[in-house]
């Protein structure tokens, strides 16, 4: 299987899959709509597993290791991902600083409870992933809603509001960079003002980087703790190699501290509601970051083909809709407002359902700010894009 993928051409490997082998897959993606509709939403790739990966996880089943994992893997896992942070982003981690975690979303919802009291400030930089909204409310803390600029300027980083918008109150910022859903990834300069203000008024730093690997040419990501030791005390960066390497069900992520005063706090929650880790997911995690590498960049300039068509598409052809090329992830975030201002549609994603056969996430899930928009999922293969994108195009234009 490895021979595979060195030896054929990387659209080959990508292009592989078809809409019957998807929907037999199962699958949270392709069995949430009927058979007349060509999903494009959950963040789940459509693509064979990685050799290295697929490698692992069949070594695990032959060794028939499916019991309790040894005492020393999580070592393994913090080793992997330090190796992989010195080359790729030149960040020096510490893996005695790293914790395994379930899912990103695990310490996420852990830190806001242990950091905040009900009714702090949260902030969160919207539109924005849709359990960033329910970690914070669903427990009592206060959103502080810090918009995003306009499209038409590159989504940036409103600091001035963010400054204005917060108060003694306000406790953790949860960012999310490369940015769900604009594709965003953020500037220095930009994540050097949310440093400064983080100082000066003593916030934690949640930092969900988990599509950091998913960037295109003329996009470099700077992890948020690497700005320096006063924001490296100050912050948790949560990441995973299940969103590059498509491996979310292997449940496994994993936090990285800026300090051990930091981890202490957090070891601090009982250890039976931390939950622990998957021997597949830590096999699968531990072969991604060794030897993923290549199998990466032929599917980066996969995608990157896929979002300059998607791109393309919906700014020449699709009516009532625009959207920005994204920096990073493989989702594209479409303004749907002309095509509902012009009485065509009344609700943008219910009417690609209905219309085009085409399931999108909606808008509105990720904030106020996102009404009128949907998200796109490009991380399929070239022919089942086309077709999705050829569906969408002709909705609008009917």
Not at 148 to 154: F, I, M, Q, T
Request: hydrophobic share 45%.
């Amino acid at each position: 299987m490895t021979d595979r993928i060195d030896a054929s051409p990387a659209a080959a490997w990508f292009d592989t899959v078809d809409v019957a082998a998807l929907r037999a897959r199962g699958g949270a993606k392709w069995t949430k709509y009927g058979d007349s509709v060509l999903p494009a939403w959950v963040a789940d790739m459509d693509f064979p597993p990685a050799p290295p990966v697929a490698a692992a996880i069949e070594d695990v089943l032959a060794r028939g290791q499916l019991g309790y994992p040894a005492m020393t893997e999580s070592d393994a896992v913090a080793e992997a991902f330090s190796g992989w942070a010195a080359r790729r982003y030149g960040w020096s981690v510490d893996p005695s600083l790293v914790l395994v975690t379930t899912d990103v979303l695990q310490p996420l919802q852990a830190l806001v409870q242990l950091c905040s009291e009900p009714g702090d400030g949260v902030v969160l930089q919207t539109p924005i992933y849709p359990p960033f909204h329910t970690a914070v409310t669903g427990i009592g803390r206060v959103i502080v809603e810090n918009r995003l600029g306009a499209a038409d300027e590159g989504y940036p980083m409103d600091l001035e509001g963010l400054a204005a918008g917060t108060d003694e109150r306000t406790r953790i910022v949860l960012l999310c960079n490369p940015h769900n859903p604009s594709g965003r990834v953020f500037t220095r300069a930009e994540l050097l003002g949310l440093a400064e203000l983080a100082i000066e008024r003593d916030w934690l730093v949640v930092s969900d980087e988990i599509h950091a690997d998913l960037l295109y040419p003329g996009a470099t990501h700077i992890p948020f703790a690497t700005l320096g030791p006063e924001v490296a005390a100050r912050t948790v960066t949560l990441t995973s190699s299940t969103k590059t390497f498509n491996i979310a069900g292997l449940r496994l992520a994993i936090a990285v501290f800026g300090t051990h005063a930091l981890l202490e706090r957090y070891r601090s929650i009982p250890r039976f509601l931390l939950g622990g880790s998957n021997v597949m997911g830590v096999a699968a995690s531990i072969a991604a970051w060794r030897d993923g590498e290549p199998w990466l960049a032929a599917l980066v300039d996969h995608l990157r083909t896929n979002r300059d068509l998607v791109v393309d598409t919906v700014n020449a052809s699709m009516a009532g809709v625009r959207t920005v090329a994204p920096e990073a992830t493989y989702l594209a975030w479409l303004d749907c407002r002309e095509l509902l201002a012009s009485g065509r549609a009344s609700h943008a994603a219910t009417f690609f359902v209905q219309e085009a056969g085409v399931g999108l996430n909606d808008g509105a899930d990720f904030g106020v700010v996102g009404e009128g928009f949907v998200r796109l999922n490009f991380a399929t293969s070239r022919p089942v894009l086309r077709e999705i994108l050829q569906r969408m195009v002709d909705a609008c234009a009917g």
